[in-house]
């Protein structure tokens, strides 16, 4: 490609200040376009046979020992061990309902992903329960990877021996950053002792891959402190990292702050900052012998490293979400479950599947979804698209591959559509250049 006028063209201006509302998109169309109008979609869909794709699993553990002030996810920090157990049995009665539905029945798990709040908050017996009834009710015989997300502090040797045991194969701690300040100032639970103890005793138990969660542009973080972190992480030597550039949606406690302050900028570095941070990151982590694989993360073996919840969810597989507000995706339907602890308790206690808003996209919205999604990894394959959709990428969507060519974003080297590093830096508002028209401006969330 090359530009269309003689004078450089210049992109949009970057967003310079952090203002509330999401950023990442996580997927498409935008959430705000699925409705409970639409729950009959997956009930039909689940009476279906299966069509070839592989299987995941998500669970959403809902429990945290404190809420971050950045957290926008559904958690609790107020339940006792019996609302706890009671959680777990309605997880379970829900798989069991799926089970018997012809959509999965007999389907074999090929990822799993235990997600919060933080999973590691179940005490050792909670999570025997949990995950020896899941594995009753869904085959894990041929599973290729689960994923356990952790916080530090809630982890001992004898807990992580447990994890160990169910058969989790990709461990992620959500480190985050590693100063006590920094980290108390943003909510985060634990502290720098607790994320070396918990490391060192994952390394002794033989996790086959272990992940470490950075943010970029924490509450008071500096460039000093960040530069420290990713010293910090190199020295550690995960098989992978993952870094996210923090925002601001509506639900966390920042924003509540910015709201009653009347303040429409968030006290956090501005988008430049954060970029440039990431960048450092990616550079010394390349340095260290890491290979950047998506605009969030580093491997440090490609050969042995994956994120298959990842790849294969990006690639259309279908995801049986289970849990308060998880998200699923069932034969090219999706849905979200109900947002509340009880509604959810209920719905499941009375045998009825919890879901509370659903949506099918079309064979053009899925294409779009998957091409978007997989733009993150930094490069895609057109004759994959033109495969599996029968759409000519490059002809579909000549008009923004050429702008983000103009923009100095992007280039098409005959199969592969690619970006480079400042355009993989900021890839989430590159994005809506390839949404439909009615999706571009609307609320993601």
């Excluded at 169309?29 to 009959?40: C, I, M, R, T």
């Excluded at 502090?153 to 950053?177: C, F, P, Q, W, Y």
């Excluded at 779009?368 to 930094?378: A, D, N, P, T, Y």
């Excluded at 592969?416 to 028209?437: A, K």
Aim: proline share 6%; with cysteine; hydrophobic share 40%.
């Amino acid at each position: 490609m090359s530009a269309t006028t003689e004078q450089p063209v210049q992109a949009p201006p970057l967003e310079k200040k952090t203002t509330a509302g999401n950023y990442f998109v996580s997927n498409y169309p935008p959430f705000s376009f699925w409705k409970p109008e639409f729950v009959p979609d997956v009930v039909q869909s689940l009476e279906r046979p299966p069509k070839p794709a592989p299987l995941g699993v998500y669970l959403h553990i809902p429990f945290c020992r404190k809420r971050c002030h950045f957290c926008y996810f559904k958690v609790y920090t107020d339940k006792d061990s019996s609302s706890i157990r009671a959680y777990i049995d309605a997880a379970l009665q829900e798989l069991s309902i799926y089970a018997k539905k012809p959509v999965i029945g007999g389907r074999p798990a090929n990822f799993v992903y235990f997600g919060g709040g933080t999973p590691s908050y179940l005490s050792v017996d909670q999570l025997k329960h949990l995950t020896e009834g899941m594995k009753q009710l869904i085959p894990w015989t041929g599973v290729e990877e689960v994923t356990f997300e952790c916080e530090p502090g809630t982890l001992t040797e004898h807990k992580l021996a447990a994890i160990r045991d169910m058969g989790v194969t990709r461990l992620s701690l959500g480190v985050e950053n590693f100063d006590d300040h920094i980290l108390e100032i943003n909510g985060r639970a634990h502290h720098s002792k607790e994320i070396a103890r918990a490391y060192a005793f994952a390394r002794q138990l033989g996790f086959p891959q272990i992940n470490v969660d950075l943010i970029a542009g924490m509450v008071e973080e500096t460039d000093a402190n960040w530069k420290e972190c990713v010293r910090k992480v190199i020295e550690m030597s995960p098989d992978s990292v993952t870094i996210y550039q923090m925002e601001i949606p509506y639900n966390t406690t920042i924003y509540q702050q910015m709201k009653s302050a009347g303040k429409l900028v968030a006290p956090v570095a501005d988008w430049e900052i954060k970029r440039s941070w990431v960048a450092y990151a990616f550079g010394e982590l390349e340095k260290a012998g890491y290979t950047i694989g998506s605009a969030y993360t580093a491997v440090k073996d490609k050969s042995k490293t994956r994120f298959l919840y990842r790849d294969r969810l990006w690639a259309g597989a279908d995801l049986l979400g289970l849990g308060v507000a998880s998200f699923g995706h069932l034969q090219g339907t999706h849905y979200q479950n109900q947002h509340d602890f009880d509604p959810y308790v209920k719905a499941v206690q009375a045998g009825q599947l919890p879901i509370y808003r659903a949506m099918t996209p079309t064979a053009d919205e899925r294409f779009i979804r998957e091409f978007v999604l997989q733009l993150k990894l930094g490069q895609v394959s057109c004759n994959y698209f033109n495969n599996k959709f029968g759409v000519d990428v490059k002809q579909r969507f000549a008009e923004p591959l050429q702008r983000l060519s103009d923009w100095g974003f992007a280039a098409v080297n005959g199969d592969t559509i690619q970006l480079n590093r400042d355009g993989l830096l900021q890839v989430d508002r590159l994005l809506h250049e390839f949404f439909l028209p009615q999706h571009r401006n609307a609320r993601y969330a």
